[in-house]
């Protein structure tokens, strides 16, 4: 019932509560017949946010978003619209704003993918989690937050604890002008910890969270705890931390550094869409060998071996099922990323990697979960082998270059001195060249993390952030650029 | 064109009705409509899209219990779910220590911003044909080989009332083209991005091509790259690579992060931060920047010119209505959701249109009194992975030269730059007269020392 008074017209009038299946039927009934071929796709989702700090929840918000998309080609010319007022009205402004698109493209060289048809099918998927945060007390929550915050504080009662609890799911409803549809559920959550050290001379700060397709009972039995003390641990060490040492260096990579390494300076150069605008040096070098056998690179829809953490893209926003392909397979390029129709043009299979940010955006080629898969060295190998060199913890981004050029900031570090650890580290850029750095592997080991969280993600051409798993084993490489920090 | 302001404020009214009889004693209701339009083109694949986005953020206090609830959507049952939900899930939180003030309509009353009606409802034909244009450039540098450009157009309006009884409103439009350009040569990519921006046609507002020219030849390929020999004392930074670095101060200036004690500069107003050369100044009426507004996102109308830095010594934080409040200080008009009236996130205190006041030197002039250092062009990558918190960065330079005894000797490989930004502001030694405008604020070349550079 509207609590609102109902002597005002509403703004935009749409008084009847609607499915996004039947959305999706009802836009699909209004651009039949006016393109050769289309795509609609009406899509919900919800995120939701909780704060704790100083013993109490600090603070809630929660945001939703609801809307509709259509693609379609006239003559072999596409033409993309969207809008989130779904009145017939508003419906109609949208389908005639992709005619006049595709219509005036008509006039350029440049085109966009063409429209691959699929076989007619019914994809359906729904996320299975214990706890749903959706639904959730806030007590329920504080108290998660709160057994983290207190295991920071028990490590040191000075330091600033904020503990958060972050969750979104999406419902994304896919229907093409071949009969394919797709009725797809996603949920990610993330349960995180940031502490900040200024009782020291220098300030400091650690984080640690757990993440992933999960609900309140999926973080673990002491995962709170776990985080809380790991986060504190590491914001007093950073207090304490030196400047890593400037120049070339033998370097082992966590799994999340090597996760940044595998997404950004090498996913990238094969998603299709970089491929056909040559602006990857990957062009036309699909079976050529970058690396020794003991290094592959895989994009998957589904990490298999810890279903749980990174994300699930059971279905893109093409309606193509996902599947997992090794990009790098032994050493040798073997497959591109590839959205739908850039598939087509190849005569490829397509793999699942046409997705969009919400129903804003049209589909484009992007990563799922993206990892150099493990090999056969422990962690302790690792550092033994390495003998002298650096060892760095964590990414903070970075940037990949077209050439595979890449400089990405580790989070901390230690100094490795006959092949233990020694002193702690500051965050520290390493950079280089991809393929360089691929020849340069001398191991990877067998432990295996891959990490999606609702903080950050993927940003491309405007669709920032766009939630991707990274992560994979820890990987040694004999020669790498360290820029060091003064 | 976005619906009418008028439809918006009466959805405004209701919407903060509905939270009173709800049971909230203070509510805020927030209503944008926005438009989009995006050509990108590389190579000769292109996308063109249009979006709109509008949609409602409600934030209420109920027997002070507070949350803020966003939804996408201007409909009533869509204004409905963002009240309710708000007042139903305020009541299940804790009571909340932090102030709230909200506005009242004597606190907001200026005229709206200027908006070129070009851009409320774009030609496609026109979009396309800017990329083209521009694009055409490169015929004459075939050895670029990679070049991608994007225009893209918006506009917005945003209407925002409380239980005071405000309900203030303002509009944006404004145009922004990219370019993103890439030459290899001597076994060295040499990449740079082109952006500019502006509240009218960028076509008009820019010479386009003229900015691609000067792109083109800054990605030159020259003589063999070599890499840095020996340790330098300082670096000369364009204005782009000054900005980019420099922005990663922002965060630190605001008064939600300084109350809180998470900010570098909490306490430190009035204490010597910067060398005597630097001064800085956030400007949220300056009528020629994108980021120009009358009010910000929660009402709050904006103070004009707000000294944050001047030679060297903190002067202001910045601040919303709940960090003003805390902090005993006025509200600042810095409630703001990302750019101005269009993204679906709560209002943060942040920083609006920097300015870093120039200096008297030419570029020219900073590498001559240079006596060994390192000339950076044209962007760094990787400098947002600063740590706001300590200060730290590591970031790369493509484009770089050697300078020695104030001339610039050879062309370097990438130089990867590192240091603390909180120290390097110490270190800021000279300013040139190039003050360049960027989508949050101004800045000139600079020429600073206290970092490490390698290759």
């Known amino acids: 019932m509207s609590v609102l008074p109902p002597s005002r017209p509403p703004v935009a009038p749409d008084p009847e509560p609607e499915t996004l299946a039947g959305l999706a039927d009802r836009v699909r009934s209004a651009v039949a017949r006016r393109a050769d071929c289309f795509e609609v796709r009406a899509e919900a989702s919800e995120s939701i946010e909780y704060t704790w700090s100083r013993g109490g929840l600090q603070g809630a918000g929660t945001s939703r978003l609801s809307g509709v998309a259509v693609r379609l080609w006239v003559k072999g010319r596409s033409g993309f619209a969207s809008c989130h007022t779904t009145d017939a009205a508003a419906i109609e402004r949208m389908i005639d704003q992709a005619l006049s698109i595709a219509g005036a493209s008509a006039s350029s060289e440049a085109s966009s993918f063409p429209h691959a048809p699929l076989p007619a099918r019914k994809i359906r998927y729904r996320p299975s989690i214990h706890g749903n945060p959706f639904e959730a007390s806030p007590e329920e929550v504080g108290s998660l937050l709160g057994r983290a915050e207190g295991a920071a504080l028990a490590v040191n009662p000075t330091l600033q604890v904020r503990a958060l609890l972050a969750a979104s799911r999406r419902h994304v409803v896919y229907a093409d002008s071949g009969g394919r549809e797709t009725d797809s559920e996603t949920l990610l959550a993330t349960l995180l910890t940031h502490a900040i050290h200024r009782n020291a001379s220098r300030p400091g700060d650690g984080q640690d969270w757990i993440a992933g397709e999960r609900g309140l009972r999926d973080f673990g039995a002491d995962g709170p705890e776990r985080i809380g003390k790991h986060a504190a641990v590491t914001a007093i060490e950073s207090s304490t931390a030196i400047a890593a040492p400037a120049g070339r260096h033998r370097v082992l990579c966590d799994n999340a550094l090597s996760g940044v390494l595998a997404h950004e300076s090498f996913g990238h150069l094969t998603e299709y869409d970089l491929i056909a605008m040559r602006w990857s040096r990957l062009h036309g070098c699909l079976g050529q060998r970058f690396?020794?056998?003991?290094?592959?690179?895989?994009?998957?829809?589904?990490?298999?071996?810890?279903?749980?953490?990174?994300?699930?893209?059971?279905?893109?926003?093409?309606?193509?099922?996902?599947?997992?392909?090794?990009?790098?397979?032994?050493?040798?390029?073997?497959?591109?990323?590839?959205?739908?129709?850039?598939?087509?043009?190849?005569?490829?299979?397509?793999?699942?990697?046409?997705?969009?940010?919400?129903?804003?955006?049209?589909?484009?080629?992007?990563?799922?979960?993206?990892?150099?898969?493990?090999?056969?060295?422990?962690?302790?190998?690792?550092?033994e082998t390495m003998r002298d060199g650096v060892y760095l913890i964590g990414g903070r981004g970075g940037a990949p270059s077209a050439g595979g050029e890449f400089m990405f900031t580790s989070v901390r570090g230690y100094l490795v001195k006959g092949g233990r650890i020694d002193a702690p580290l500051r965050a520290t850029a390493i950079s280089g060249n991809i393929f360089d750095f691929l020849k340069g592997v001398r191991g990877v080991t067998r432990d295996f993390q891959v990490s999606a969280t609702n903080f950050g993600g993927c940003g491309k051409w405007g669709q920032s952030y766009l939630a991707v798993g990274m992560g994979g084993p820890h990987v040694l490489v004999e020669d790498a650029q360290l820029g060091g920090v003064a | 064109m976005t619906l009418p302001v008028e439809a918006l404020q009466a959805a405004v009214e209701r919407g903060v009705r509905a939270a009173q009889r709800a049971g909230a004693e203070d509510a805020e209701v927030y209503l944008w409509s926005a438009r989009s339009w995006e050509t990108r083109e590389a190579g000769r694949l292109r996308t063109v899209q249009e979006s709109d986005g509008s949609g409602?953020?409600?934030?209420?206090?109920?027997?002070?219990?507070?949350?803020?609830?966003?939804?996408?959507?201007?409909?009533?049952?869509?204004?409905?779910?963002?009240?309710?939900?708000?007042?139903?899930?305020?009541?299940?939180?804790?009571?909340?220590?932090?102030?709230?003030?909200?506005?009242?309509?004597?606190?907001?009353?200026?005229?709206?911003?200027?908006?070129?009606?070009?851009?409320?409802?774009?030609?496609?034909?026109?979009?396309?044909?800017?990329?083209?244009?521009?694009?055409?450039?490169?015929?004459?540098?075939?050895?670029?080989?990679?070049?991608?450009?994007?225009?893209?157009?918006?506009?917005?309006?945003?209407?925002?009332?409380?239980?005071?009884?405000?309900?203030?409103?303002?509009?944006?439009?404004?145009?922004?083209?990219?370019?993103?350009?890439?030459?290899?040569?001597?076994?060295?990519?040499?990449?740079?991005?082109?952006?500019?921006?502006?509240?009218?046609?960028?076509?008009?507002?820019?010479?386009?091509?003229?900015?691609?020219?000067?792109?083109?030849?800054?990605?030159?390929?020259?003589?063999?790259?070599?890499?840095?020999?020996?340790?330098?004392?300082?670096?000369?930074?364009?204005?782009?690579?000054?900005?980019?670095?420099?922005?990663?101060?922002?965060?630190?200036?605001?008064?939600n992060a300084a109350n809180a004690k998470r900010s570098r500069f909490a306490s430190q107003v009035g204490a010597v931060v910067a060398s005597e050369a630097f001064t800085l100044t956030d400007d949220s009426s300056d009528p020629t920047s994108i980021r120009c507004y009358r009010y910000d996102d929660q009402g709050s109308p904006s103070q004009g010119a707000l000294p944050l830095v001047e030679r060297g010594i903190l002067r202001n934080h910045v601040h919303d209505l709940s960090s003003a409040l805390q902090a005993g200080a006025a509200p600042t008009g810095h409630g703001l959701r990302g750019a101005v009236g269009r993204y679906v996130q709560p209002p943060k205190t942040t920083v609006a249109n920097a300015r870093v006041a120039p200096g008297d030197h030419t570029l020219q002039e900073l590498v001559e009194t240079c006596e060994k250092g390192v000339l950076v062009e044209g962007g760094l990558l990787g400098h947002f992975t600063l740590n706001s918190v300590t200060g730290d960065f590591s970031c790369t330079a493509p484009l770089a030269h050697l300078v020695e005894r104030g001339r610039v000797t050879a062309p370097l490989k990438p130089v990867t730059l590192g240091g603390n930004l909180f120290d390097l502001l110490r270190e800021v030694r000279a300013l040139g007269r190039d003050l360049q405008r960027f989508s949050r604020g101004a800045c000139p070349s600079v020429r600073a020392g206290g970092l490490t550079a390698s290759t």
């Open chain 2, 56 to 255: 409602v953020n409600v934030r209420v206090r109920v027997d002070g219990r507070r949350v803020s609830v966003i939804s996408s959507g201007l409909r009533d049952e869509d204004i409905t779910w963002a009240v309710e939900r708000a007042v139903s899930l305020a009541r299940l939180m804790p009571r909340s220590d932090t102030p709230w003030h909200l506005p009242t309509p004597e606190e907001s009353s200026a005229p709206p911003t200027p908006v070129d009606r070009e851009l409320t409802n774009p030609r496609v034909d026109r979009l396309l044909g800017v990329v083209e244009e521009s694009l055409r450039v490169f015929d004459a540098a075939p050895w670029i080989d990679y070049r991608a450009g994007a225009l893209i157009t918006s506009e917005g309006t945003f209407v925002v009332g409380n239980t005071n009884g405000l309900l203030a409103w303002d509009r944006h439009a404004h145009e922004s083209f990219t370019c993103e350009l890439r030459a290899e040569g001597q076994g060295e990519f040499r990449t740079m991005t082109v952006g500019l921006q502006a509240r009218r046609p960028v076509n008009e507002a820019h010479d386009i091509p003229g900015a691609l020219r000067s792109a083109i030849e800054l990605v030159r390929v020259k003589a063999q790259a070599v890499p840095l020999a020996s340790p330098v004392n300082e670096v000369v930074f364009d204005s782009h690579c000054a900005w980019q670095l420099l922005q990663g101060l922002l965060p630190s200036f605001a008064g």
């Open chain 1, 291 to 383: 690396a020794s056998e003991a290094v592959s690179v895989v994009d998957a829809p589904i990490v298999e071996a810890s279903p749980r953490d990174g994300i699930r893209v059971p279905v893109d926003e093409e309606g193509v099922e996902g599947r997992p392909i090794r990009v790098l397979d032994k050493g040798v390029l073997r497959h591109w990323m590839h959205a739908r129709g850039s598939a087509q043009l190849e005569g490829h299979e397509p793999t699942g990697n046409g997705r969009a940010m919400n129903a804003r955006w049209s589909p484009i080629v992007r990563m799922r979960n993206t990892y150099f898969e493990p090999g056969d060295l422990t962690v302790e190998e690792a550092l």
